[in-house]
C-alpha cells in the first residue's frame, strides 16, 4: 500500500515534533518521517537512538517538565507526536503516584504547550491492550468500554480523555492510536516486555521463558515499521480526529509464536508456563477496521518476515554481550 506523504498538496515542508524519537518506536517513526521530507525535531530525555541516514532533524535532551525548552523546540512544528512514556504495565501498579508524575503531567505540559504555540495536530501513541483490560469479545472496536487493570493503562486513559477536553475546549486537534503489540529492530528486551524479542533472546542465550497465562493467550502482533506507518497517516490533514486501534489484525498465540522463532532460529526454546497474574488482561486482538477505512492503513509486514527481520538484527548484537537476562513474558505483552 502506498502511503500518502505528510508533504503532499503543502506550500512548506512539514515540521514535526517526535517526544520519545531517540527509543523503540519514536527511531522508526523519525526515520520514516525524514524519508518522507519532513523536518524533525526530536524531544528525547535519555538521547537514544539517531538516524544515520541524512535528512533534517534536531535533537532536544530535556525533560517535557522543563517548559522552556519544550516551548522552544515546538516553534514553527505543524505536527506533534507523543510517544514518551516511562514504564511498563507489570511495574505502573507498584507506584501509581509515580506513574502520574512521570508520564501524565510532563503529558499536560506538553499539550498546554501546544495550544499555546497552535501546533496544528497532536498524534498520541495510547495503547491497546492497556486502556481495554478485560474483555467481553474479540476482536475488540474502540467503542469497546475502557476498563484498565494497570496504573499503565489508566494514565494512557486519562491523557486520552485530557485530548478530547483540550479539543472542546481549546479545539486541539489531535488522533489517538491505539496499538497491540509492536515488535522489531531496536526494541529493548531488557525491559522483559515484547514476547518476540524475548523469545529471540533466549534463542541466542539459552535462559528459560516464563509464559503468564499459557500457550493460549493472544496477541495481535505487528511489526514496528508498520506502526510508524500508522504514525505517519494520522499527521495527514484529511484523517478526522478521533481513536483507531492499531495491530496486527489477526491473532496470534503464545503457542505459535514460540514455534515460529524456533523454526526462524532453529532452537528449542526452554519454556515453563504459570498463572496469569492480576494486572495481565486476557487475549487482546483489536479490530482495526476503521483505521484501515480512515487512515488508509494496513499491516504489511507478515509475522514470519516480521520475525526473520528483528532476528536478523538482534542476533549480532546480543552475541557479542557477555551479560544475561532472565526471559520472562508477561501476557500483557
Known sequence: MQMRSVCENSQKTMRALV???????????????????????VFDRDGGARPTHAGSVHYVSADLLNRAAISTALAGVDVVFHLAWSGIPRSSNEDSSAHVSLNLVPTLVLFDACINL???RVVFLSSGGAVYGSVAELPITEEHPTRPISAYGVTKLAA?????????????????LRPSVPYGEAQNIKRGQGAVG???????????????????????????????K??????????????????????????????????????????????SRSFDPPSIVLDITRARHCLGWEPEVSILAGVERTWKWLRPSRQSETGTLASTVSSIL
Open 160 to 176: 486520552e480523555a485530557y485530548l478530547e477536553f483540550y479539543s472542546r475546549q481549546h479545539n486541539l486537534d489531535y488522533v489517538i
Open 198 to 228: 524475548v523469545f529471540l533472546n533466549s534463542a541466542i542465550t539459552g535462559e528459560p521463558i516464563t509464559l503468564w497465562g499459557g500457550r493460549n493467550i493472544a496477541r495481535d502482533f505487528f511489526y514496528v515499521g508498520d506502526l510508524a
Open 19 to 41: 517526544t520519545g524519537g531517540g527509543g523503540f518506536i519514536g527511531s522508526h517513526l523519525v526515520s520514516l518521517l525524514l524519508k518522507a521530507g519532513a523536518e524533525v525535531v
Open 230 to 275: 500508522a504514525c505517519l497517516a494520522a499527521a495527514h490533514e484529511t484523517v478526522e480526529r478521533g481513536v483507531y486501534n492499531i495491530g496486527g489484525g489477526r491473532a496470534i498465540t503464545l503457542g505459535h509464536l514460540l514455534d515460529l522463532v524456533q523454526d526462524v532460529t532453529h532452537t528449542r526454546l526452554n519454556v515453563k508456563v504459570e498463572p
Open 118 to 120: 497552535s501546533v496544528r
